[in-house]
């Protein structure tokens, strides 16, 4: 059996790779976002983890800056995507590469 | 602790496979959604409710309806889930899913290995965040809001549309 920690742990591990295997496989740039949070989540797991194995508030705190940091991430890439969408007329970030114009 | 937890990690683990093998986007959104429930669930079982909370409020909840408005706005959907599936073919997503999968199993087999004596999962109360977060992290908080201010600044500044410019001679006379 194995202890709390360790299966939180494991847990966002695995959470965190398959953000990172969709952010890597992925061409839709909002797609793309959604691993980012994905990702994000699965480091505030993490850190709620700690915190609870130590029993310290840091880690609680880390979460809300990081929760903070998503909000504003958030906000501009979506942004970026409409400037992109409008210039571009499509969601393929490979489009995005070419660096026209 | 126990089953509840593999229950809500299940329901994690799941959730956030259909939203990175989805074509639909608002399908995949739906089970992100999912996925962040299941998360909250963990958080209040590691003893922190009030970040369970939150993460149901913010990330759940203004987060993704902010996401979900942004695409019922570019009014995708079903047309771009055509071309999503043909983007998605196995010869794209076989090699780095294998090689990210290389890596979690390293990963695991590290957490894995035997370390010190493991800890009972502690409840850590709201209070002492509270007073952790005004208290030695006063400065983080403030770089925090600064942080939102200049996302609120920089989302305002990029979302907005440029007025069109023609010249006179060009316009068509208004009816």
Sequence with gaps: ???????????????????????????????????????????????????????????????????????????????????????????????????RG | MGTAFYIAAAVAILSTIMVITRYNIMHALLYFIVSLLSVAVVFYLYGAPFMAALEVIIYAGAIMVLIIFFVMMLSLGSQTAGEERSWMTPGVWIGPSILCLVLLGELV?????????????????????????????????????????????GAYHLGRQKKKIVHRFLQTPES
């Excluded at chain 1, 966002?12 to 990172?20: E, S, V």
């Excluded at chain 1, 979460?63 to 571009?88: D, N, P, R, T």
């Design chain 1, 1 to 99: 059996m194995i202890s709390p920690t360790t299966a939180g742990l494991i847990l966002a591990g695995i959470l965190f790779t398959l953000g990172l295997i969709s952010m890597l496989i992925r061409r839709n740039i909002i797609f793309m976002l959604v691993s980012v949070e994905i990702m994000l989540n699965a480091a505030g797991l993490a850190f709620i983890v700690a915190a609870s194995k130590w029993g310290q508030p840091e880690g609680q705190v880390m979460f809300m800056f990081i929760l903070a940091m998503a909000a504003a991430e958030v906000s501009v890439g979506l942004a970026l995507i409409l400037q992109l969408y409008h210039q571009l007329k499509t969601l393929d970030s490979d489009e995005a590469s070419r660096m």
């Design chain 2, 109 to 153: 087999f590290l957490i894995l290995q035997p370390a010190g004596p493991a800890g009972e999962v502690r409840v850590v109360e709201p209070k002492e965040v509270g007073l952790s977060l005004f208290g030695p992290y006063i400065l983080a908080v403030e770089l925090a809001g600064m942080l939102l201010m200049a996302g609120i600044v």
